[in-house]
């Protein structure tokens, strides 16, 4: 099993509607989770940091953290076609180790 | 100063050739790392530095050969590479067991 699971997609939605992404990860001691971006051919941009259950809500961006469950989502609001990237979930896990998800491709649609 | 600066940004060898992609941050981070990455595929880990030592090599062929002269610097030395290993190489940087901080990348192609 891996340590942290995405839908690789790719999910395309229209622009202005919601965009959901999702990811499961294994170990359930991890406490700290990450959601980076990354447009084709640069580096992973990090968008949002979660360590505690519940909503953090950034501008148009929110993450969700359900430990039980050990998922983590990200909301993107009102999408934009700025928004079409390829979006990393990451975990760090109780050995301190930092994990990467297999990523999920966005598309906004104009 | 909150970068990771990468340089060179493009490069490419032949498989004869040596060259080193360099990375720097003075955000006193004490851990970084290189990951490798190849499209449309997440960033693969290849080493991890701690407080200037090599805490983890995640079994990477000796034609790579890392280097972190000091708390700020970490160089990957190329030798000998496969046209297989064209790829983004990323630096990164964390405070311990925190977030990753990213440079720009140096997108490689070895022919």
């Known amino acids: 099993q891996k340590e942290v699971e995405q839908n690789s997609g790719p999910l395309s939605v229209p622009e202005g509607a919601i965009a959901s992404l999702n990811c499961t990860y294994s170990d359930r001691g991890s406490q700290s989770f990450f959601w980076y971006r990354q447009y084709s051919g640069k580096s992973p941009e990090l968008i949002m940091s979660i360590y505690s259950n519940g909503d953090k809500e950034d501008g148009r961006f929110t993450a969700q953290l359900n430990k039980a469950s050990q998922y983590v989502s990200l909301l993107i609001r009102d999408s934009q076609p700025s928004d079409s990237a390829t979006y990393l979930c990451?975990?760090?896990?109780?050995?301190?180790?930092?994990?990467f998800g297999t990523g999920t491709s966005l598309t906004v649609i104009p | 100063d909150t970068e990771v600066t990468q340089t060179p940004k493009h490069l490419v060898m032949g498989m004869t050739n040596k060259k080193s992609l360099k990375c720097e941050q003075h955000?006193?981070?004490?851990?970084m790392y290189w990951y490798k990455q190849k499209a449309k595929k997440p960033p693969e880990l290849m080493f991890v530095?701690?407080?200037?030592?090599?805490?983890i090599n995640e079994s990477v062929p000796s034609r790579f050969s890392p280097e972190c002269p000091n708390s700020s610097l970490l160089n990957l030395h190329l030798h000998a590479l496969q046209p297989e290993d064209s790829a983004l190489y990323l630096c990164?940087?964390?405070?311990?067991?925190?977030?990753?901080?990213f440079g720009s990348g140096t997108q490689l192609s070895v022919l």
């Open positions: 955000m006193g981070h004490r851990a």
């Open positions: 530095y701690s407080y200037e030592k090599l805490s």
């Open positions: 990451a975990v760090i896990d109780t050995g301190n180790q930092f994990y």
């Open positions: 990164a940087s964390s405070p311990e067991g925190e977030k990753l901080f």
